[in-house]
């Protein structure tokens, strides 16, 4: 459980470094999305392509409504990604996407695989362009918040620490309990 905490330690100080790499994205200059995108890297900046069009898709958005999810295939590269192009509160909103120039933020595509599958499939996830502007019709999606990416590993690093210290204790108690019945 030290251990566990120590780890949680670390990855609070990787989470920080992402967060700041993430914040100083916001404010870089376009990038041009021709090749297999590093979300690692590139999280949160703004991207351009240039797309043929692919099947849509509406996808529940909380209390947005619905994003329209559309596939594209970049045409200079063949990197294939996703393009939310808005938002609307219309299920029945389901918009022609005629593909050509996006631009807007760069973040992880929607995955609908389980946690589970998610622990031995370790695919990459999609890189997802979120335009701004949106499709003509549809609301704009939020834009990207460094503040809304948790960053919570020192709690669990307590709580790791927490459980380690209890345990000390239960162990404790249940060699002196022994002794007194000895």
Known sequence: MVALGIWQLARAEEKGAALARYDANLAAPPLTVR???DLGADLFRRAEA???PGATRLQGAGRFGFRLLA???VLAGGQRLLVQLGTTRDIQTGGKWKGGRVSGYLTEAPDSRSVFRQAFDRRPALPMIV???PLAGLAPSPGPSIAEVPNNHRSYAVQWFSFAGLALLIYGLALRA???RA
Do not use: I, L, M, Q
Request: charged content about 40%.
């Open 35 to 37: 090749e297999p995108v």
């Open 50 to 52: 240039t797309c043929s």
């Open 71 to 73: 596939e594209c295939k």
């Open 131 to 133: 335009a701004d502007p």
């Open 178 to 180: 022994r002794r007194g």
